[in-house]
């Protein structure tokens, strides 16, 4: 690490990443969701700082974020939902769920890496998968009619019975079925995790 003060990126002169360095792991996390930049919850400091300085530098040069660069821009932020986040409890509802950290706003972070959370927050959602490479997906075959059958996101792990929905259908079907998201942001030692599964706690076969 260069001991010179200020930014040490190239090309990005209104930026000091010396005050981000200040900053900590979860600062700057929380700063680079802000940007909209993926797979940060799997960078370390020094990439994390890089990344957010050259973010904020464009958004400084073009005077939008890190949105138009990726064609985000155009994507509406979905909400909350109906629930406003809050998670939804039954009868049936797991033990995963009873100890998992409620998140209900796109500011919230995880209290420790590889803690449970869980989540009905529309953009939340939206903001893991995308990060992750993941779109909103159905099995195929599983079909009732004209509504979606099982639910899943898919990371383009070459599944051939995944089929991509639009993100509109996939969270009508996750209201309707009153689904809970149950996921994690890191592992326990820091990496990102793909992990997560849908829970109906009025019934045990969600």
Do not use: C
């Not at 986040?85 to 009868?91: A, C, E, L, T």
């Amino acid at each position: 690490m260069s001991d010179k003060p200020g930014n040490q990126t190239p090309n990005t002169p209104d930026v000091s990443e010396t005050e981000l360095r200040n900053k900590k792991v979860d600062e700057l996390r929380r700063d680079a969701k802000q940007e909209h930049i993926a797979g940060a919850s799997g960078m370390r400091k020094e990439e994390l700082v890089k990344e957010v300085a050259q973010a904020r530098q464009e958004d400084a040069d073009n005077g939008r974020g890190r949105n138009s660069r990726s064609g985000a821009d155009d994507e509406e932020d979905l909400g909350a939902g109906p629930d406003g986040g809050r998670v939804r409890h039954g009868d049936d509802s797991s033990k995963s769920l009873k100890y998992s950290q409620e998140i209900t706003s796109t500011e919230e972070e995880p209290e420790r890496e590889g803690r449970s959370l869980a989540t009905t927050h529309h953009e939340v959602i939206r903001q893991w998968a995308e990060e992750r490479g993941g779109v909103p997906a159905t099995v195929d075959g599983t079909e009732h009619g004209d509504h979606l059958g099982v639910l899943r996101i898919d990371f383009r792990e070459k599944d051939a019975n995944l089929r991509e929905v639009s993100w509109e259908e996939w969270f009508k079907t996750f209201d309707d079925r009153g689904l809970n998201f149950i996921y994690q942001e890191q592992r326990s030692d820091g990496r990102q995790s793909n992990f997560f599964r849908l829970e109906n706690p009025e019934r045990e076969d969600a």
